[in-house]
């Protein structure tokens, strides 16, 4: 194997083995990048729907005090006038989704699918957890899901869902007295589940990262085509004269020139060498021929 052959050798080994690592990592990288803000997305959703259940509550509630007598209006509660806003969010963008589900709620519609379900039991059996990530496969990509738990903090809650008899009469009217009842104090009823997708920004870490792997490869591809360039003037060429020349002179061959030994480096210096050795050989035979 030649000198060019090792040295492309060695060289490609060692930028392979530097590619695989930077790719593992940054590809590692750019997907937690991703992950994150997807998960940064979701985490405004649902600040988003808090600020306007506070809203509901603080705002809108006391100006329908009257009404409220009267007709029990949905508008007035806050995990209604929550979802209400991001149902018009979902019809622009409907991959993502906000839900109050719950276990035994008042409106059916908010009631907790199988997968749902499971996760306001996790936060039953862990009343310490207050979040919870999940990832999901769905029809339509990849799916991140943030929850957080609805516990009944407030005693005044308890009087439209402890019993039917407590609850008032216009809510009963619209709902019936078979739901959202028997709720208890400090009780996870449900939780608040946002569902943001991951395909774009997944795709965008991946464009990047293929930018970045290609760039690098590109790099190398460079980098090995200017190094065998070097390889070749500075070493191979003035070795393989070297070498030549060694050979004329050892078959005895007569008025060979001298080498260019101009330079500072190993090279050089080995042509240096060459010629004190060969100008050493000549007069030794003249000395013999005499």
Partial sequence: MGLRAKFNLVLTLAFALGIGLAAFLSHRIVNENAREEVLQNARIMVESALAIRGYTVKEIRPLLTLQLKRQFLPQSVSSYAAQQNFRALHERFPEYTYKEAALNPTNLNDRATDWEADIINEFRNNAERSELIVERDTPTGRVLTLARPIRITDAGCLVCHSTPDAAPATMRALYGDNNGFGWKLDETIGAQVVSVPMA???????????????????????????????????????????????????????????????????????????????????????????
């Fill in 200 to 290: 774009v920004p997944l795709a965008r870490a991946n464009q990047i990262f293929q930018v970045f792997i290609g760039g690098l490869v590109a790099i190398f591809a460079l980098l090995l085509v200017l190094l065998n360039i070097l390889l070749h003037v500075t070493v191979i060429r003035r070795i393989g004269r070297i070498a030549n020349m060694a050979d004329r002179v050892s078959l005895g061959e007569e008025g060979v020139p001298e080498l260019d030994a101009s330079g500072r480096d190993e090279i050089s210096r080995l042509a240096t060498s060459f010629t004190r050795m060969r100008r050493s050989l000549d007069d030794a035979m003249k000395m013999l021929d005499t």
